[in-house]
């Protein structure tokens, strides 16, 4: 339980730490344990993954393809002064510091999480809508995409230093304006209701619930409003097993696998995986007409 006395304890505590500790990941983890956002009251009655799994089972190729050596190398990684710049087509280009993005309404958001690997988790993120940032930069009406780059640094990333890097970077993402502006997408800056951990996608991340979990670009500084559909980073490296779209659907398998089952991080048995990853009712409609076969 946390008392009205345990918030000041823990305000106070941020206080001490001076004005030249203002770096983000204490500002984050200040805010978020404040409980400065509204909590999830889980209406779809999902089971939340164990923590300790869903925190350390990772996909962060910048630092490593291997799950155990990615989190490792990501202990280290410096979020300090982190911006997010903010252009294209709209109105004024702006440069949010991770302050300025605190300033969103928080909120938990208990989420079902897809990988093309096949594994699964129920995550509750901390984070505001996209679309209250979207809103904020006022795009134009020749604004059709959101374009998200992760940061590149070969300092911090050791495969963007590689000679061979797995794939190329920065990392890009993109939303379709429509899809952007859904309510269910996220920008999540924490998770089980505490700042997010390097290795998930300090400080700031996307997370959309119905398409696979690469579609979730991690540590984000560039969002960019664009006229055409960017090119993301997996549809760059193989546009017939990872296209634009990756909404979740079973009856869409995978060149090399079936999409039809998935296994619950810390499960034995597998379950059916579900159209749109259990969000048809919410999405289906953004794609009326669309062949979800041909669009993947
Ligand atoms: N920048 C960046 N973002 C990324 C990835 C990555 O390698 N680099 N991996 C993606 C993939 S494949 C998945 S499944 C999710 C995993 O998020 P998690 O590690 O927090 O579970 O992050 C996505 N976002
Ligand atoms: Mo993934």
Redesign the pocket.
Known sequence: MITPEALYKKRREFMKLGAGALISSSLLSSKLLALNFTSDTNTKKLKISDEEL??N??????FSTNKKRAVALAQNFNTQNWKIELSGEIEKPLSLSMEDILKFPLEEKIYR?R???TWS?VVPWVGFELRRLIDMAKPTSEAKFVKFT?LLDKKQFPDQASFFPV?EYP?VEGLRMDEAMHPLTLLAVGMYKKALKP???API?LVVPWK????????IVKIEFVKEQPKSTWEKYAPNEYGFYANVNPEVAHPRWSQAHERALGDFFTQPTLMFNGYEKEVSSLYAGMDLRKNY
Do not use: D, L, P
């Not at 696979?212 to 540590?219: D, E, M, P, V």
């Open positions: 869903a925190t089972y990772v996909n962060f190729y910048e999480f990988c093309v690997e988790m992760t794939v990392y290795q998930n996608g991340r696979y979990g690469f579609k979730s670009i991690k540590s």
